[in-house]
T-cell receptor
Framework: GQNIDQPTEMTATEGAIVQINCTYQ??????LFWYQQHAGEAPTFLSY????GLEEKGRFSSFLSRSKGYSYLLLKELQMKDSASYLC??????????FGKGTTLSVSS | DADVTQTPRNRITKTGKRIMLECSQT?????MYWYRQDPGLGLQLIYY?????DINKGEISDGYSVSRQAQAKFSLSLESAIPNQTALYFC????WGAGRNNEQFFGPGTRLTVL
């Protein structure tokens, strides 16, 4: 079957680094996405990986290992505004995405 | 102006009523999607459409129907609403092209409450 697993909640302090892990099982594989979602708002795109390795974009980086079915999102220099839910999503066959349940990150001062 | 719009933004209705949620986009994308989001359950795909003549069921299509009236419009209907359809509904669009990530762009959401 198809499944995405990620931790339900994480906490961190301002200025710290946090890593959110995601494991996936899909029928076929055409990319791994990370989205950010603030409470009551629409998800917004953060990153995309289709090849193994690290993709860096400012304070955010995302890593993919296709052989392990594993990805992580790394957030550096955490800010209060980074408090949000982070959604891992995999694209299998076709273009529909399978989403995980999301990881709620709370950043405290 | 927003690229993906949803109407209404909030709706309260009663069990048994027919409800239509509408989605419009100005991004020129061929592919459109409807999701529902419940607390702690993430986004679940209801239906998706790759072009005007294409409709596909997602993970949780029972109790829902859709209509793709034009490239820019994709509506979701609840023929006879029930309380467990109370949720936040999102429409999304995406482009498609080889070598691109083709990420999905989401509308602002419709909060539906069925009493």
């Amino acid at each position: 079957g198809q499944n995405i697993d990620q931790p339900t909640e994480m906490t961190a302090t301002e200025g710290a680094i946090v890593q959110i892990n995601c494991t996936y099982q899909t029928s076929g594989f055409n990319g791994l996405f990370w989205y950010q979602q603030h409470a009551g708002e629409a998800p917004t795109f953060l990153s995309y990986n289709v090849l193994d390795g690290l993709e860096e974009k400012g304070r955010f980086s995302s890593f993919l290992s296709r052989s392990k079915g594993y990805s992580y999102l790394l957030l550096k220099e955490l800010q209060m505004k980074d408090s949000a839910s982070y959604l891992c999503a995999a694209r299998g066959e076709g273009t529909a995405l399978i989403f995980g349940k999301g990881t709620t990150l709370s950043v405290s001062s | 102006d927003a690229d993906v719009t949803q109407t209404p933004r909030n709706r309260i209705t009663k069990t048994g009523k027919r409800i239509m949620l509408e989605c419009s986009q100005t991004k020129g994308h061929d592919r459109m999607y409807w999701y529902r989001q419940d607390p702690g359950l993430g986004l679940q795909l209801i239906y998706y459409s790759f072009d005007v003549k294409d409709i596909n069921k997602g993970e949780i299509s029972d109790g829902y129907s859709v209509s793709r009236q034009a490239q820019a419009k994709f509506s979701l209907s609840l023929e006879s609403a029930i309380p467990n359809q109370t949720a936040l509904y999102f429409c999304a669009t995406s482009d498609w092209g080889a070598g691109r990530n083709n990420e999905q762009f989401f509308g602002p959401g419709t909060r539906l409450t069925v009493l």
